[in-house]
């Protein structure tokens, strides 16, 4: 099983900052200026929106940053992801009749759902592809997206989040 991280939203962070300086008067990343935070990847991204919120909606936020993943799995696992993830975008290429290459598309407030809501009771083999994806979120320093939520290990080697 192979889970890469394919591409992911880009920020004109140029763009964005003197537009926010010339409409609403004040840089965007005035918050991460103080606390010493370089922009540049997503979870700077992140922190300036909700720096910059007004409402108590941080889906919304989540929602526009965008995801995708590059993955080669086993043909008998594409029906449990079908079913399960209902909300992302799935394009396949069937590689050969063990395994598909399937890229898998979605924003951030959906990947939340997605790995938050795995259960004990999944194949083994589906939760070991969502904990690849939760450890590349991790790598990438974007693990806010499940702030609130512990890992909990299970016998099979694999962990399912909990509040």
Same mark, same amino acid.
């Given at each position: 099983?192979?889970?890469?991280?394919?591409?992911?939203?880009?920020?004109?962070?140029? #763009? /964005?900052?003197?537009?926010?300086? %010339?409409?609403? #008067?004040?840089?965007?990343?005035? %918050? !991460?200026?103080?606390?010493?935070?370089?922009? #540049?990847?997503?979870?700077?991204?992140? !922190?300036?929106?909700? @720096?910059?919120?007004?409402? =108590?909606?941080?889906?919304?936020?989540? @929602?526009?940053?965008? /995801?995708?993943?590059?993955?080669?799995?086993?043909?008998? !696992?594409?029906?449990?992801?079908?079913? $399960?993830?209902?909300?992302?975008?799935?394009?396949?290429?069937?590689?050969?009749?063990? %395994?598909?290459?399937?890229?898998?598309?979605?924003?951030?407030?959906?990947?939340?759902?997605?790995?938050?809501?795995?259960?004990?009771?999944?194949?083994?083999?589906?939760?070991?592809?969502?904990?690849?994806?939760?450890?590349?979120? %991790? =790598?990438?320093?974007?693990?806010? $997206?499940?702030? #609130?939520?512990?890992?909990?290990?299970?016998?099979? @080697?694999?962990?399912?989040?909990?509040?």
């Amino acid at each position: 099983m192979i889970v890469q991280p394919l591409a992911q939203t880009y920020v004109d962070w140029n #763009g /964005f900052i003197q537009t926010c300086k %010339e409409v609403l #008067g004040d840089s965007p990343t005035r %918050e !991460l200026d103080k606390k010493g935070i370089k922009v #540049g990847d997503l979870n700077s991204y992140y !922190l300036t929106l909700k @720096g910059m919120e007004t409402t =108590k909606y941080q889906q919304v936020i989540k @929602g526009q940053i965008s /995801f995708s993943f590059l993955c080669v799995v086993d043909n008998y !696992l594409i029906e449990t992801i079908y079913k $399960i993830l209902k909300e992302p975008y799935i394009f396949e290429v069937e590689v050969n009749k063990k %395994e598909t290459l399937i890229i898998i598309s979605t924003t951030l407030d959906k990947w939340q759902g997605i790995i938050c809501s795995q259960y004990v009771k999944v194949d083994n083999d589906y939760r070991q592809f969502i904990n690849k994806i939760y450890l590349w979120f %991790e =790598k990438l320093n974007l693990s806010f $997206i499940y702030e #609130g939520y512990k890992k909990s290990p299970l016998n099979d @080697g694999t962990f399912i989040l909990k509040r």
